[in-house]
């Protein structure tokens, strides 16, 4: 069992450990997923499975109405992948797998790792235990255009000595004709956030396979309701 | 959604500022674990699920005042007692923080 799982952040709250320690933890609904694409060395050349997240239109009963809400949501591309199109190779997806809104890719060192995973798997939380160490890959909030010292941790330029509206000025950017020119990559203000960030090493707290939920020890990238990715450890899979 | 992992206590009794309550909390003394009572006034009540709190403040000897905020929902929280409603007319009592002696003091209300 391969273990990865695509989920949507839902907040932040506490729990309480049996002897009255309080953890802050991330709520995540996580999964179901299913195993859309299984990628081999000798057809794509390198190791992955692809999961997909989150039924589109699966809350809508009337098969019209939610065929027009699928359309909408996919492009013909996506609907061939999932087999929702008519003669299409791949048309035997359709009984195992719904129109899913978001694929994502996790990467295996070796074919072992994915041993048995077969197109059409269904992946749920119980593949996670509480105690597991993950790491979790969200899209971070977006800040807008910020200055140097929200950005990049620069320091402000003092208050008083006479100083007047160059508190928060990065100051020296480069030296003087001697290069003559900034160096790239220096950094100064900008846009800051909506990056892909991973936080490493988070504890695994609670495991609720009925209703799809999973807590980390923490806080992870991202608003409520942002899609994250959840696996294993990195660097405690390089330990074991 | 968010209401998932919330378990009331159900040996704390429906709680208000002003409410003078016994407060026993089990404290844990390297193996041994005892119970401590913790008696005084609720002069914050702060709802939420697991977050949950209520500020006890009591006066203890010499008239030096003690706050102490437990979490409703925590296992530590063996059980709350009311002993006494008191007639308020806020929220938040930080009034009482100024106050000494009488003044300190809030007159009861009876609940038929």
Known sequence: ?240 | MKLFEAEANPDIPELSPGDSVRVHVRIVEGSRERIQVFHGTVIRLRKGGNDASITVRRTASHGIGVERTFLLRSPRIEKIEVTRHAKVRRAQLYYLRGRTGKAATLKERRRN
């Open chain 1, 1 to 240: 069992m391969i273990k990865g799982i695509i989920g949507k952040k839902v907040g932040m709250t506490q729990v309480f450990e049996a002897d009255g320690r309080v953890v802050p933890v991330t709520v995540i609904q996580a999964g179901p997923c299913w195993v859309t694409q299984v990628k081999t060395p000798e057809l794509d050349g390198y190791v992955a499975v692809q999961l997909g997240f989150e039924e589109v239109a699966g809350e809508i009963a009337d098969e019209r109405a939610r065929q027009r809400k699928v359309e909408r949501r996919l492009s013909k591309p996506e609907r061939g992948h999932l087999g929702l199109l008519d003669g299409d190779q791949r048309k035997s997806l359709e009984q195992s797998v719904p129109a899913l809104r978001h694929l994502r890719e996790f990467r295996f060192e070796s074919e072992t790792a994915i041993d048995g995973i077969q197109e059409g798997q269904q992946i749920t939380v119980d593949v996670f235990d509480t105690g597991d160490r993950v790491d979790v890959v969200g899209v971070s909030k977006g800040k807008g255009f910020q200055g140097g010292i929200k950005r990049h941790n620069f320091r402000r330029q003092p208050k008083t000595h006479g100083q007047s509206d160059r508190e928060r000025a990065p100051g020296g950017i480069s030296a003087g004709s001697t290069p003559g020119r900034v160096k790239k990559g220096t950094r100064m203000s900008g846009r800051m956030g909506n990056d892909r960030v991973t936080i490493q090493n988070l504890e695994v707290v609670v495991v609720d396979a009925d209703r799809n939920l999973l807590a980390v020890k923490g806080s992870i990238p991202g608003a409520k309701g942002g899609l994250v990715i959840i696996q294993p450890s990195k660097k405690q899979r390089q330990r074991v």
